[in-house]
């Protein structure tokens, strides 16, 4: 990064070149990305904690997520944060395999190229297609060389030999091995095309665009369709198809981890590698303007520009006007269980779809970090409607639901957290405009998920977007920060 010195200098009165109101994945990112530039940041964080809904509760000696916290474990957008060093610091445990459908009783994994024989599996696993595992520390683990060791992986239901689960609950039939087949040819397709040509696909609601492409209803509707909702947080598939397609390729092309030790890991290690005295928590922002942000305990921030870092609701309270979209709400529920339902670190997806779990997976099977050493922790989510339910009913009935999926008893789990975001995911229906303008005014920009695409790689992108905004505004090279084109192909 070069500046030049003589245009960054602040005036006497002010607090910071720029001050970033929320210390959630996007603000920390952006201010990584001005430090990095030589400005003087102040990040304010309204609560105590930061990290927004990337936050993760301790609860006797367990980490429990608020969020799901499922990550694509290919993520351009970390990798190019500056002066990080997160590729060695970060360490993500993957589910493997991908993730098992639950159908019946039967139970099949999928999306885990990798664990395929054919030309664009191996092409996939040795990194032949574009870039993988982009700079992020990737702990070697269970990886299946093929669909039957990934079967096997799906027989380790109820523990073992013995326990929970027989092996006749997972055998496939026929017509499981006919829709696994139609479904890797057509992964395959999907991993092997560019992004920039997913972009360019006709935009439909994606719950529609399964209908037409190419794949078998049924196949589609039991197989994709739940897959894709516990990717999107959507359980009505209404989607963009561009965004859908892009979630399902970065599943194939690298599968989803957790970032060990809870989600919070991540915007704590961001934090960390910020000048001291950067984030100030406790700091509510109630107004803000290009040279001040005004707070409701500590007066007002004087700067250079502001960058509002909050979710949309919160935003358009500062900056009345911005669009506030709608949101898909999301209910994250831990149990505790004397013993693990099931050995393999994997993704258990509904396919029957009966509610109100979505999907659900040993968390500390992925994750050993995350439960005490004598303890199973168990980690389920809900979607759409049955989210709102208060938690005592929606416990018994995820309960009743867990001991079908897992094949065993639940009824001395004990539930050690719930959490309700009613604004979780912000909605992305097609058109979806995955790139919204961040810049407001010369001195006054908004970044966040709801600006790109929602999760944590929006909320990346959409930093580095405003940083980029604000460099240029102050005449200073954005050379290191404006990769987009690159990013955007990766
Ligand atoms: C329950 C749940 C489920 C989710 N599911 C998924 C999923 O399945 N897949 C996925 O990819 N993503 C999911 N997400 C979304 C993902 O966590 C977010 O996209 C990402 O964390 C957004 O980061 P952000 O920085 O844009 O916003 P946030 O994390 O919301 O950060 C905003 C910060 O601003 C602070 N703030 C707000 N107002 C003020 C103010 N006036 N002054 C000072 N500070 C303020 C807040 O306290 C917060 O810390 C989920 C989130 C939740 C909560």
């Known amino acids: 990064m070069h500046i030049s010195s003589a245009r960054t200098r602040r005036t006497d009165t002010s607090d910071a070149d720029v001050v970033i109101v929320g210390a959630g994945l996007a603000g920390l ?20 904690e930061i990290g927004g809904r990337m936050a993760t509760d301790h609860v006797d000696g367990f980490r429990l997520d608020r969020g799901p916290g499922l990550l694509c474990a290919d993520w351009p957008e970390l990798a190019g944060l500056p002066g990080l060093g997160l590729a ?12 098992l459908l639950r159908t019946g009783d039967r139970c099949l994994p999928v999306g885990d190229l990798r664990a395929g024989t054919g ?12 870039r993988q595992g982009h700079g992020v520390a990737y702990p070697s683990a269970y990886h299946p060389r093929s669909t039957k060791q990934a079967l096997n992986a ?6 073992g030999r013995g326990r929970g689960r027989t092996p006749r609950a997972t055998r496939t039939t026929m017509s499981d091995a006919l829709d696994l087949a139609l479904l890797r040819a057509g992964f395959a397709r999907l991993a092997n095309t ?4 997913l972009r360019a696909r006709a935009e439909l609601p994606a719950g529609e665009a399964l209908s037409v492409r190419g794949l078998p209803a049924r196949t589609a509707d039991t197989l994709v369709a739940p897959l894709l909702a516990a990717l999107l947080g959507d359980p009505e598939l209404r989607t963009s198809s561009r965004v859908a397609d892009l979630a399902l390729r970065g599943f194939i092309r690298s599968g989803l981890c957790l970032p060990a030790g809870g989600a919070s890991t991540l915007p704590e290690l961001l934090a960390a590698g910020l000048p001291p005295g950067t984030v100030r928590r406790g700091v509510r922002a109630t107004s803000v303007a290009a040279n001040g942000v005004g707070t409701a305990d500590h007066g007002t921030f004087g700067c250079r520009a502001a960058l509002i870092a909050t979710g949309a609701g919160d935003a ?23 013993e693990p339902p099931m050995s393999a670190p994997a993704l258990v997806v509904d396919a029957d779809r009966r509610g109100p779990v979505s999907h659900t997976w040993v968390a500390s099977a992925v994750d050993p970090s995350r439960a005490r050493p004598d303890r199973t922790l168990v980690t389920s989510v809900v979607l759409g409607p049955a989210a709102t339910d208060p938690t005592g009913p929606l416990d018994k009935a995820v309960r009743a639901r867990l001991a079908d999926l897992y094949g065993t008893s639940t009824d001395r789990w004990e539930l050690l957290g719930g959490h309700h975001d009613p604004r979780a995911v912000p909605a992305m229906p097609a058109p979806h405009d995955g790139r919204r303008p961040v810049r407001v005014l010369c001195g006054l ?3 966040g998920d709801h600006r790109d695409a929602s999760g944590p790689q929006g909320a990346l992108s959409s930093a580095r977007r405003a940083a980029v905004e604000v460099l240029r505004d102050f005449g200073l090279r954005t050379a290191g920060v404006d990769e987009d084109e690159e990013l955007a192909a990766a």
């Open 316 to 338: 358009a309270l500062l900056l009345p006007g911005l669009r506030v979209p709608d949101y898909h709400p999301v209910t994250v529920l831990h149990h505790a269980a004397d």
């Open 119 to 130: 030309r664009h599996a191996r092409a996939v696993r040795q990194g032949r297609e574009g």
């Open 29 to 48: 990112a952006a201010a990584h990305h001005l430090t990095g530039a030589g400005l003087e940041v102040v990040v304010l964080e309204a609560g105590r």
């Open 88 to 99: 060695s610091t970060l360490a993500l445990r993957p589910f493997t395999p991908g993730a």
């Open 154 to 159: 799906a027989r380790s239901f109820g523990g």
């Open 194 to 197: 560019p992004a920039e040509r």
């Open 445 to 447: 920009y908004v970044c």
